[in-house]
Every structure is written in structure tokens, then in C-alpha cells.
Nanobody, 124 residues
Framework: QVQLVESGGGLVQAGGSLRLSCAAS????????MGWFRQAPGKEREFATA????????HYSDSVRGRFSISRDNAAKMSYLQMNSLKPEDTAVYYC?????????????????WGQGTQVTVSS
């Protein structure tokens, strides 16, 4: 079983950058597809990006494509979300998620392991 812990959130001005990290524990991380989701107050949790178990394929939502970048380091059991050109509408709690899979799911229902979330606030 894999457990996930996010870090790296904070307050940043519009146009700035943040890098979120997701640390995994457990022996099967390298079998896991990883995703990043976000949830703003009063809104549903939405997909941001996902990466396959070997990093060979990535997916991005239209709202973050070109600004966010997902990566992973299986040896270190880490997943990362580099966020550039941040906008106030990116403000949300960001969650990393994982599941043992050969593909990278893009819906929250397909993930069975979640971190506790980290707050990202972008000021205008």
C-alpha cells in the first residue's frame, strides 16, 4: 500500500511559480500512475495533470496545459508539479493521487490513494 504526502504549497503573486512535491511511502510506487487534482472552495475536485508509471505519457487539463508540468522520480518515490505563470484562478487545495495502473487516469474516481492536500493561493 502506498501513502502520499504533499508539500510545497503557499502564497504567491500572479505570474509567479511554485513547485509541489508528493512523497510516497511503500514498495509499489513504481507501479503507480500519479495524478494531481485541485479543489477550490465551493467547487468540485478537478483534474489538473497525470503521468504514467514510467513517466512515458502525461495528460494535462486545458486550464493548466503549457503552464504546469508533472514529473516523477521512481527511485526517490516522488512526484512533482511545477506550476508557472500562476493565476488567481489557480487558487485551490492541490492533491496528489495514485493508483496501480498501466495508464494515467484523469478522473478522481479512478484513483484509490490520496494525499492530504496542500493549499496554493495566488494573489492578484
Amino acid at each position: 500500500q502506498v501513502q502520499l504526502v504533499e508539500s510545497g504549497g503557499g502564497l504567491v503573486q500572479a505570474g509567479g511559480s511554485l513547485r509541489l512535491s508528493c512523497a510516497a511511502s511503500g514498495r509499489t510506487f513504481s507501479n503507480y500512475a500519479m495524478g494531481w487534482f485541485r479543489q477550490a472552495p465551493g467547487k468540485e475536485r478537478e483534474f489538473a495533470t497525470a503521468i504514467t508509471w514510467n513517466g512515458g505519457r502525461t495528460h494535462y487539463s486545458d486550464s493548466v496545459r503549457g503552464r504546469f508540468s508533472i514529473s516523477r522520480d521512481n527511485a526517490a518515490k516522488m512526484s512533482y508539479l511545477q506550476m508557472n505563470s500562476l493565476k488567481p484562478e489557480d487558487t485551490a487545495v492541490y492533491y496528489c493521487a495514485g493508483r496501480a495502473s498501466t495508464y494515467a487516469p484523469v478522473t478522481p474516481q479512478e484513483y484509490d490513494t490520496w494525499g492530504q492536500g496542500t493549499q496554493v493561493t495566488v494573489s492578484s
